[in-house]
């Protein structure tokens, strides 16, 4: 035991103000995910528990929170597109996010444009600088300890079609500054953006 170190069993609380768990594991990159129902309707909300998981194929996922319409039109139909979040499309981002009925399109709500895909019916943000087209491979209910089925759904898809804009391409490279990206941190509103003088670089070491 030290007097340095706050330790807490999340099961009985964390004993301080606020749970500083989405604040630890931050700054999340932000999984903006369109998608479409079977009906037609578009649909688009942020995820910031998100993430890639493999090279190749490459993969990506987030986790829905409870049933959500996003995680229902995905069932449905398979197809979404991950869209990145810019600073400049930061407030759009976050009208997007409201708890709207199914039918109401958060493209619409938040003034954003939606683009034919190439490999899938669902539209990108127009506005955003990329996109990854996405076919569902995995819906999996994650568990607790107990093997119970804790409400939540990880969400993994294939990308099958990448769309960046030139731009960002500098003598072929993705610029990762150059787009801006926002993420998530703790909180009820904090989140960070990635620019230019926060980058340092390090190479593997080599063995032996
Ligand atoms: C930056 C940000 C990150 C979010 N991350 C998640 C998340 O990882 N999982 C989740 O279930 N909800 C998350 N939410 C809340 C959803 O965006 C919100 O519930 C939304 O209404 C879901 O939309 P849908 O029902 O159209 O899928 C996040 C909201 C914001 C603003």
Redesign the pocket.
């Known amino acids: 035991m030290s007097d340095d170190i706050h330790f807490y069993e999340p099961a009985h609380g964390h004993g301080l103000p606020h749970d500083p768990f989405n604040a630890i594991v931050g700054p999340r990159p932000?999984?903006w995910i369109a998608t479409r129902s079977n009906a037609g309707a578009l649909?688009?909300?942020?995820?910031?528990?998100?993430n890639a998981f493999n090279y190749t194929p490459p993969l990506i996922g987030?986790?829905?929170?409870?049933r959500?319409?996003?995680?229902r039109n995905i069932e449905e139909n398979g197809e979404f597109v991950w869209n990145l979040a810019t600073r400049p499309l930061a407030e759009a981002?976050?009208i997007s996010?409201?708890?709207?009925p199914p039918e109401v399109d958060?493209f619409a709500l938040a003034g954003l444009t939606p683009v034919a895909s190439r490999m899938v019916q669902v539209p990108r943000v127009g506005e955003s600088p990329v996109a990854f087209e996405c076919r569902r491979t995995q819906i999996i209910e994650l568990q607790g300890l107990n093997g119970d089925g804790v409400g939540?759904w990880l969400v993994l898809g294939e990308v099958v079609g990448v769309h960046v804009a030139r731009h960002l391409l500098v003598d072929g490279v993705y610029d990762t500054a150059g787009a801006a990206p926002i993420l998530?941190a703790g909180g009820p509103a904090d989140y960070f953006e990635i620019t230019a003088d926060s980058r340092f670089q390090m190479r593997r070491p080599a063995w032996p």
Do not use: V
């Open positions: 932000i999984g649909n688009l909300a942020p995820y910031s528990f998100f987030f986790s829905s929170i409870g959500k319409d996003t995680l981002m976050n996010c409201a708890a709207a958060e939540s998530r």
